[in-house]
């Protein structure tokens, strides 16, 4: 027979017992405590963290997740299963990474497309891991980040790296561009001053020199879109470079458009960059002529004068009171539809067909605009046309200087080397200073130019070089003339002005720097500032 155990052994198994209650009650604070702990954690991270079971119903959620995505408490007692919150084409794909993540298997991040309660899709970022109750998997515990402004940014990083792309292919193009226009401008200029005042090609020949100096202008633009080029702002008179530009629409439009052109500003001095005036105009029209392309229509400019009365109800309510420019842009075209005019000026909006614009034109006047201490809105309706509404501030009339170049040029009878591997931009040029007296010996090749300039440097009072040239560029040409001789006055011409500054130049020695492609009177004032200078 078993022995009956003894008081003593009974009060110790109770002993023992009520020292496991403890230890269990412990155990079980202490879990409380952990779990707690968890959800105190999890409520203060500024992520998503949820847990599910082996059906993928989700048992938890922190405040941030039913933010996320638009849930309440509630919705998750009554039941949410976490493939509802994943867009129908993904789901699939979900439920294998799950069932992969149950089985152990390592699976790193992944991307899907979530949707919120009241259907809205947005991209999120999934970090899971399984859940083991007693070496079982029992669930999965994890982390959703909402990737919308990560992914914003990264789009916006793309398209960075396509405007640097696109800003060296300007910088890239220019030289050659610049180099076109060059004997385009200097020789339409020289047939200007020849022919007879009362010649009929006479007409044509303005035209094409305005047009070449217009696409000057247009270089000058995009350089400085592409950071390689320096705003030239200062006040000027807005109404005759409108007019011109109008001139210029009238000939390139389709005649299925027809054109009014109303200008009732009694005052229009400005302070910006006339090629920046050039680029609001040219884009606003291009874009109403683009939206009645198929139909045609009536493309109204109107230039006028608006006054902005501090604390009056019906003023435009980014504009500071003052008076203003007011460039008006309408057409009959298509209309912008309520859903995107607010999205037009964004970079990289366009509603045109791929190949037919890059969204960037509406930006950019809204940067223009925006740096002129003035504004832009718009007024739309489908089927009935836009009107763009761009102010500007006004500036005191008599501080406006004329854009157009003046009729005379200082003339000399100094000799000059004259340097530019481009031979048409070179015979261009030697026959503009041979017109305004001086002497002028030419060379294609840095490399021969210095090779001229050592046997006989007291034979030139004057170098004038290109920049970028093969073999030996303006600026080691530089360095070795003033080698030779410090004090030879020397103008250089570039068509890149971030490859030397100004202030380089000057710190070189070097008396005068013009940005190619230049204009007769740039060049004869500035060898004269040059030559006067050295006197």
Do not use: W
Not at 376 to 384: A, D, F, R
Not at 452 to 478: C, H, N, S
């Amino acid at each position: 027979m078993s022995q009956k155990p003894t008081y003593e052994d009974l009060e110790q198994k109770i002993i023992s017992l009520e020292q496991a209650e403890e230890a269990r009650k412990k155990v079980e604070t202490a879990l409380v405590k952990s779990e707690k702990r968890f959800r105190e954690l999890a409520e203060l991270l500024p992520e998503a963290v949820f847990e599910s079971d082996l059906t993928i119903h989700i048992t938890f959620v922190n405040l941030h997740g039913l933010n996320m995505f638009g849930y309440t408490r509630d919705d998750f007692i009554e039941g949410v299963n976490g493939l509802d919150m994943i867009a129908k084409e993904e789901r699939q794909r979900a439920r294998e990474n799950f069932i992969k993540r149950m089985k152990g298997e390592k699976s790193g991040a992944s991307e899907y497309r979530g949707v919120k309660k009241d259907g809205t899709i947005f991209p999120i970022l999934l970090h899971a891991s399984p859940i083991f109750e007693n070496d079982v998997a029992a669930g999965i515990r994890g982390v959703i980040i909402d990737m919308t402004e990560p992914k914003k940014l990264e789009g916006l990083l793309i398209e960075s790296q396509k405007m640097e792309s696109i800003g060296t292919l300007a910088g890239g193009i220019a030289h050659d561009f610049n180099n076109i226009l060059a004997p385009i401008i200097l020789h339409s200029d020289i047939l200007i001053r020849e022919l007879p005042g009362d010649d009929p090609v006479q007409a044509s020949l303005k035209e094409i020199h305005k047009a070449a100096i217009r696409a000057r202008e247009l270089v000058k633009q995009i350089l400085t879109f592409a950071r390689r080029g320096a705003e030239n702002k200062f006040i000027f008179r807005a109404s005759p470079a409108i007019n011109d530009m109008v001139r210029f629409l009238r000939a390139t439009i389709p005649a299925t458009i027809e054109i009014n052109f109303v200008n009732s500003a009694k005052k229009d001095a400005i302070f910006t960059d006339p090629a920046h005036l050039n680029q609001i105009v040219m884009n606003l029209c291009t874009n109403a002529s683009y939206a009645m392309r198929e139909g045609g229509g009536t493309l109204t400019i109107q230039v006028s004068n608006t006054n902005i009365i501090k604390n009056d109800p019906g003023n435009n309510p980014r504009l500071d009171p003052g008076e203003y420019l007011m460039l008006s842009v309408s057409d009959t075209g298509t209309g912008i539809s309520p859903e995107i005019v607010d999205k037009i000026f964004d970079p990289y909006f366009t509603t045109k067909r791929h190949g037919e614009g890059t969204g960037l034109g509406l930006a950019i006047i809204h940067g223009i605009v925006k740096s002129c201490n003035g504004t832009i809105s718009v007024k739309s309706e489908i089927g009935k046309g836009t009107t763009f509404n761009v102010y500007i501030p006004l500036m005191d009339e008599k501080l406006a200087i004329p854009v157009e170049e003046s009729k005379e040029s200082e003339r000399g009878s100094e000799r000059i080397l004259l340097v530019d591997d481009e031979r048409s931009g070179l015979n261009a040029m030697q026959k503009t200073l041979e017109l305004l007296g001086y002497r002028v010996t030419c060379s294609d090749s840095g490399i021969k130019a210095l090779e001229l300039f050592e046997k006989d440097p007291f034979a030139f009072d004057l170098v004038i070089t290109d920049m970028t040239m093969p073999a030996m560029t303006g600026k080691e040409l530089v360095k070795e003339i003033i080698g030779i001789c410090p004090d030879m006055p020397i103008i250089l011409c570039t068509g890149f002005s971030d490859q030397i500054d100004e202030d380089e130049a000057l710190d070189m020695g070097i008396r005068a720097f013009i940005l190619k492609p230049v204009i007769r009177t740039e060049i004869a004032n500035a060898i004269r500032k040059a030559l006067d200078t050295a006197k």
